[in-house]
């Protein structure tokens, strides 16, 4: 709460804080399974839940709808790539290629959200 009495979050804010926290949640279980299980899919999972948290914490800066339709935009691809590399992984293939895309667009994602905020 603030020196008001009212809570410090604004209904956005607190969106994309649960978004974070729940992707932080998931990665915590899926190192914590990776561990007792010696299951490579779950690395996958933690990966990227990890690396989806990077666009997520940057969106609630970004003022402009078109800057947020893009910015969610490439997190619907990152989610789309990473979950067919985890679904590849998980039925015993490689996914080599796959990977590679979606760590450049996690790179991609944080470039593009320095790009928004530097234009606000």
Same mark, same amino acid.
């Given at each position: 709460?603030?020196k008001?009495?009212r809570?410090a979050?604004? @209904?956005?804010? @607190?969106f994309?804080? @649960?978004?974070?926290?729940i992707?932080?949640l998931t990665?915590?279980?899926s190192?914590?399974g990776?561990l007792?299980? @010696? ?8 990966? #990227?839940?990890?690396t ?5 914490s940057?969106?609630q800066h #970004?003022?402009k709808?078109?800057?947020?339709k893009m ?8 989610v789309? #790539?990473?979950?067919?590399m ?12 796959l990977f590679m895309? &979606? ?7 944080q #470039?593009?959200?320095? &790009? ?5």
């Open positions: 709460m603030n008001f009495g809570f979050l604004n @209904k956005t804010e @607190k994309y804080a @649960k978004m974070v926290g992707l932080l990665a915590i279980l190192v914590l990776l007792i299980y @010696k299951q490579a899919f779950l690395f996958d999972l933690a990966v #990227i839940s990890v989806l948290c990077l666009p997520l940057a969106m #970004i003022i709808k078109e800057h947020l910015m969610w935009a490439l997190i619907g691809f990152m789309l #790539i990473g979950l067919s985890t679904a590849f992984t998980f039925v015993g293939r490689t996914n080599g290629p895309i &979606y760590i450049f667009s996690a790179l991609g994602s #470039i593009l959200a320095n &790009y928004y905020l530097s234009k606000r």
